[in-house]
Every structure is written in structure tokens, then in C-alpha cells.
């Protein structure tokens, strides 16, 4: 432990030896934060504390992986098996699993996705008589989200003030949760209210707070308001609480996270010791520099600014283009000279604040022969064939799931048309019943031929019998995936649907990739469960996309800037950057030119040893060409006096010999005058 205690800087030191009472560590951009989390627990764990009284929280599946591997490395697996460590949805899903009979649902529940939740939404907008065209699924969904992040009813949304559309979001809000209920199923902001509904019970809050002793929060700064709610719950009995997160690099403020929460952090814990880690040990001091020169105009933030530890590196470039296509064409030609040099695609990474930037690169990387890998394009979760075996399962696990079932009604089709299905739903609505209920009582629906919905009777008892035989314990999860496909008849519906083998063989690998999965995932676990498997999966989906296939691949990494944040690139291409662009449009509207500039700040942090700036003279908009304005970002990175190498080159002059040229002769002339 003094070995690994002296590996740490002065800063990191503090943050991992200050182990009672609240303690806020502000973590700037590459200064080690997941270093001094495992380095905190482990020492925590060699001062006696057991590890069962150790509860660690971050806010993806990927770096909770990274935590309780770096963790295993430092105390052992068998002692780091005994930590909680997770995601905030993961910790809030099992502390449901254990209390499903306090929360009305003995026989447990599932979880509904964002394809359920989109079928769930449309069902409720159809029975208000809402047409699409005024309110889109997509809109109300991220509305109701956003407005559960900030711990709002339906209810509240009626009784306050605002257009008509709040009335109408409220009420599809309410039927929405209303077929959430009478389906057993949770969303995934419902994962944490009723996580926090449960902890307002005492003894239930109690058990918790005594059971852990030690709370410790990765990314603070995206907390929202009832993950907020959830760890003060627990932790505000013994208040030995360590969060550890950057204010600078805020940037879902539109889903929910509540930047207030670390800024205000002292307020909350009037003890709080604070620690600021300012050492980045990722970026050359020039890059550093440009990031600092941009944040320090927000004014909500934490006083603080970074310093490099490895040296002053390449000079920022900054570059105008005539065009997004000159643009895309000049950054592969960077691109090329580097591979030429000796670097490899996986080194470079193009960051864009929109998704429809990527499209020039794309057509430049594919023109060029360079791989690439967009983050972000099409899920493994997306596909067709990978959805339907999946809600095949998720009908076995939980005969209520109305989604599921709607998605596999006709896939194979069995000829239930859709004012069948209305009817069916109309009726289940009506007697509060789940749809797999009301179709079972087909002979009482008016209207509802028991002929033609025979064959979906069939396939649902098929399923009872399945689930009645206890699959859990009588196949392994692979072997009972492969019975539901083959009780369905799913692969004589890629062969009907394909006409290409090599079509067929591509869509049907989807479903051998389920499989391939769940043998993984029960491989790992004494006891694998098909509820268990589903959870998993359902969590992995919700996940933000990472960068992982482009190293894997050796590739140019694509992403836009939300999706780039957490990771590193030697080389980077920050694009776009122009007025109404980054800074977006919406965000003068919206009051959110702070969380723009955090989210440009992240981006600049991104780079290790190079970065490249660009912006657009004009760009196509609509059919003809737009002029466009450096963004403000680009001058206030400048600085009062810009790097020596700011290149504010245009499209004519890529290589900046012409503006060095004018520079010198300014300079020229200015002597001259004085």
C-alpha cells in the first residue's frame, strides 16, 4: 500500500487518504480520477473496512468493467468480488429484483427498453386521438424522461403554467405509465423513482445505510435529480461520502443532469473537504492551454485550471475551409501524411457536435481506402433479428410484456391484421388486463375473430409451457434460446424474408450472436437466469457508444462529441466549429452556451499530442450554400495572444504559407507606423 500511495501526486495523495466524511475531489480532464477511485477503495479495504461496505457508482456498464478491474488488480478478485460496484441503473435494478413483493410485483417485472418505450408511447398518443404530426413519440418520450430527471409528476405538468401541449404531454404521460403498471414493466428512469420511493421507507433506508458504510460516485457532475436524491438517502446516516467529478465537463444538462448538484456540493455536506486534481497527465501543455484560455469564460464552474506533466508538444492548428467537403478532403490528406509518418488510423479521431457532419468524411475515408468506424451507426441491439429473438424472450420471462408481443405478432406472420390487434389492446385497456390476457378471452372481444387469432393463442400457450417447465433450471440459456427459435419457426422466416443466401447467413449470424452472448454470460455466473441474461443485455443497450471497435479494428474513429467524452486520441480533429453550429443554435435559445462550451472544452481534451481546428467559409444548406462565422469559441481559444502556429489558413492555402506571409507583412507594417 506505501508503494502505491507514493506513485501518487500530492493532490491524488489527499483525495485517496481523506477516507472519513464528505469529500468532493474535483477531477479535471486526464488527472487520474479512476486511479484515485481504485487507489481510494483499496485503501480503504487495507484500513479494515470490509468489502461488503463499499458501494461504488459511475454511469456506464463499460466503466464500472474498468473500475472493478483496476480493483481486482490492486486487492485480488476474490476480494473485489465482494465490493458493489455499478452503474446507478444496474445498483437501483438489483435493489428492485430484491424488493419486488414492496413493490406490488411478486412474480417480478422487466424492463422496457427505448424500442418498448416508443411502442408504449404510441399506443398512449393513439387512444388520446394525438396524431403523430403534432406530437412526435420520440418528443414526448425525451420530455417525459427529461422531466423525471427533475423528479416532476404528470401532475404537475397539469397544474402548472404553459401551452396546451404540456396538457397533452401530461395525459400521454400518465396512459404511458398507466401500460407501464398493467404490463409489469419499468423504464429506465423508473429504475431509479422507485428506487428512491422504496428508500423513503425507514427501515428499508436504514438497512441500506448501515449496510454501506463507504459511498463512493464516478461523474458526479452528470447527476441527476433522483440519483441525487438516491445517494444523499444513503448516505447522509454516516455522510462518508466521496464524489469525484468535473463541472467543466457537464454536458447532458438535455437529459436531465443537474450541474448545480456539484457545484452546490458543499452546501449539501457543510464539512465538505474539497481536493482539486489540476495535473493532466494526457495532453501537451499547448492543447492544455487552448482548454484553459475556453473554460475560464464560463462563469458557474469551480475555480481550477489544468497543467500539463508532458511537456509543451505540437503547436494547436486552427484552419478556415471554403466548404465541408474541402474540409473533409483536407483532414484525410492529414490523415494520409500521418500513416505515412509512422502513426497509426486507430490514432486518429474526427470529433463533430452533429451526427450529419460525419457524411463528408465518411465519402472522403471510403474514396481514400480508409477504414473508419462511425460510433454510434447501427447497434448489434438494432437489428431486426437480434430485436425479435429478444422479444421472444422477453415474452417467456414475463407473459405481460404488451411491446414484446407486438413486435413478434406477425413475425412469422400469423395473420392477426391490425383492427384486430386495436380491438384486442382496446379490450385489455378496458379491463385493466395485459394484452397476452385478452388474448386468451378472444370469444368475449366484439369484433374478434377466435379463428384468426388462433395461431397467436398457440404460439403464447407454446410459451406458458415453456416458462411452466422452469427453463432456468432445465436448459442452459443457450440451448433454451435455440428452442424458442425453433418453437417459432423464427429461421424459416429469414429464409422467407432474404432472398440471398449470403443475406440469409448475414441475418441469421444475428441471432447466432444472442446465443453467443448468453453462453458468455452464463459461462461467468454459478447460477445464470434468463431474467438475469435479459437485464444485462437490456443495460448493455442503454449504454452510450464507445470507441472500442475502432482500436480493435485499427481504425479512424468518427463520434460526435457527446459520444467522445471519457476517451482519448493522440490525434484530433476538432471540426466545425462555427456559430450555430458549436455553439449550436438552440443553445441561445435555450440558455446553454456554458454547456456548449463544455462541450467544446471536452473535446479539445480529448487530444494527447495533436490537434487540429477547422471551420467552414459556407456550408450546404437546403440545396444552396449558407455563409458561415468562426465560432466564438474559436477566438476566445485564441486568447488575447493567439499560438505563433494559429494557422487561420483558408481553403486555397492549406499548408498556411500564404497567411504567414500576410502575418510577417502586418507585422512589417505595424513597426513601420510606430
Known amino acids: 500500500m506505501k508503494q502505491l500511495l507514493a506513485s501518487l501526486n500530492p493532490e491524488q495523495r489527499d483525495a485517496v487518504e481523506t477516507t472519513e466524511g464528505p469529500l468532493l475531489v474535483l477531477a479535471g480532464a486526464g488527472t487520474g480520477k479512476t486511479r484515485v477511485i481504485t487507489v481510494r477503495i483499496a485503501h480503504l479495504l487495507a484500513k479494515g473496512v470490509q468489502p461488503e461496505a463499499i458501494l461504488a457508482m459511475t454511469f456506464t456498464n463499460k466503466a464500472a468493467a474498468e473500475m472493478r478491474e483496476r480493483i481486482a488488480k490492486l486487492v485480488g478478485k476474490n476480494v473485489a468480488d465482494g465490493l458493489t460496484v455499478g452503474t446507478f441503473h444496474s445498483f ?8 419486488k413483493e414492496e413493490l406490488g410485483w411478486p412474480q417480478g417485472f422487466s424492463i ?7 411502442t408504449a408511447i404510441k399506443g398512449a398518443l393513439r387512444e388520446l386521438h394525438i396524431p403523430e404530426a403534432r406530437l412526435k413519440p420520440r418528443d414526448v418520450l425525451s420530455r417525459i424522461s427529461l422531466a423525471k430527471n427533475k423528479l416532476l409528476t404528470p401532475e404537475l405538468l397539469l397544474d402548472g403554467p404553459g401551452a396546451d401541449e404540456e396538457e397533452l404531454v401530461a395525459k400521454a404521460w400518465m396512459r404511458y405509465q398507466a401500460t407501464l403498471q398493467r404490463t409489469r414493466r419499468v ?12 428508500l423513503k421507507d425507514r427501515k428499508i433506508r436504514d438497512e441500506y445505510r448501515s449496510r454501506y458504510g463507504h459511498i463512493l460516485v464516478d461523474e458526479y457532475q452528470d447527476t441527476n435529480g433522483p440519483q441525487f436524491e438516491i445517494v444523499n438517502a444513503l448516505a447522509k446516516g454516516h455522510r462518508n461520502l466521496c464524489v469525484v467529478g468535473d463541472d467543466d465537463q457537464s454536458i447532458y444538462g438535455w437529459r436531465g443532469a443537474d450541474i448545480q448538484k456539484i457545484l452546490g456540493f458543499d452546501r449539501t455536506y457543510h464539512e465538505a473537504k474539497t481536493v482539486r486534481l489540476e495535473t493532466n497527465y494526457r495532453s501537451t501543455s499547448q492543447i492544455i492551454g487552448c482548454a484553459n484560455r475556453l473554460i475560464v469564460n464560463n462563469t458557474s464552474r469551480h475555480d481550477k485550471a489544468l497543467r500539463s506533466h508532458t511537456g509543451e508538444g505540437e503547436p494547436v492548428i486552427a484552419v478556415q475551409m471554403r466548404d465541408e467537403t474541402i474540409e473533409a478532403e483536407h483532414t484525410v490528406r492529414d490523415i494520409m501524411d500521418g500513416i505515412k509518418h509512422g502513426h497509426d488510423y486507430d490514432d486518429f479521431a474526427i470529433l463533430f457536435r452533429t451526427a450529419l457532419q460525419a457524411r463528408p468524411f465518411e465519402v472522403e475515408l471510403r474514396l481514400k481506402d480508409i477504414p473508419y468506424i462511425l460510433v454510434g451507426g447501427l447497434s448489434f441491439f438494432d437489428r431486426k433479428e437480434v430485436r425479435d429473438v429478444l422479444a421472444y424472450l422477453k415474452l417467456l420471462a414475463n407473459s405481460d410484456d404488451e411491446s414484446s408481443l407486438m413486435r413478434i405478432m406477425n413475425s412469422p406472420p400469423r395473420g392477426v391484421g391490425k383492427t384486430t390487434q386495436d380491438r384486442v389492446i382496446r379490450y385489455a385497456t378496458d379491463q385493466g388486463i395485459s394484452t397476452c ?5 378472444a370469444q368475449e372481444i366484439d369484433g374478434v375473430s377466435t379463428k384468426r387469432v388462433a395461431p397467436v393463442q398457440r404460439m403464447l400457450e407454446n410459451l406458458r409451457l415453456l416458462r411452466k417447465d422452469n ?5 442452459n440459456l443457450p440451448e433454451l434460446i435455440n428452442k424458442v427459435v425453433e418453437l417459432v419457426g423464427y429461421e424459416e422466416e429469414v429464409q422467407r424474408l432474404y432472398k440471398t443466401e449470403e443475406e440469409r447467413s448475414k441475418r441469421w449470424q444475428g441471432v447466432i450472436e444472442v446465443m453467443n452472448y448468453a453462453e458468455n454470460y452464463a459461462r461467468k455466473l454459478k447460477r445464470p437466469t434468463l431474467n438475469g441474461f435479459l437485464d444485462r443485455l437490456t443495460l448493455a443497450a442503454n449504454d452510450s457508444p464507445d470507441a472500442e471497435d475502432a482500436k480493435r479494428k485499427r481504425a479512424v474513429t468518427l463520434m460526435t462529441l457527446h459520444a467522445s467524452k471519457g476517451l482519448e486520441f493522440p490525434r484530433v480533429f476538432l471540426v466545425g466549429l462555427e456559430e450555430n453550429l458549436l455553439p449550436h443554435t438552440r443553445s441561445a435559445k435555450e440558455d446553454t452556451i456554458e454547456e456548449e462550451r463544455r462541450l467544446a472544452y471536452v473535446g479539445i481534451t480529448r487530444a494527447q499530442k495533436m490537434l487540429k481546428i477547422s471551420w467552414c467559409g459556407e456550408r450546404a444548406r437546403g440545396g444552396s450554400k449558407v455563409q458561415r462565422h468562426p465560432s466564438r469559441f474559436l477566438l476566445e481559444v485564441q486568447g488575447k495572444t493567439p499560438p505563433a502556429d494559429w494557422i487561420p489558413a483558408g481553403s486555397d492555402d492549406p499548408t498556411g504559407n500564404k497567411a504567414k506571409k500576410r502575418r510577417k507583412g502586418m507585422r512589417r507594417a505595424r513597426r513601420a507606423r510606430r
Request: charged letters at 35%; glycine letters at 0%; aromatic letters at 8%.
Open 92 to 99: 437501483c435494478l438489483r435493489f428492485l429484483r430484491d424488493h
Open 112 to 118: 422496457c427498453d427505448s424500442s418498448d418505450q416508443l
Open 187 to 198: 423504464d429506465f428512469d423508473d429504475l431509479l423513482l422507485k428506487a428512491l420511493i422504496l
Open 437 to 441: 390476457e385478452a388474448f386468451a378471452q
Open 471 to 475: 427453463p432456468d433450471k432445465k436448459h
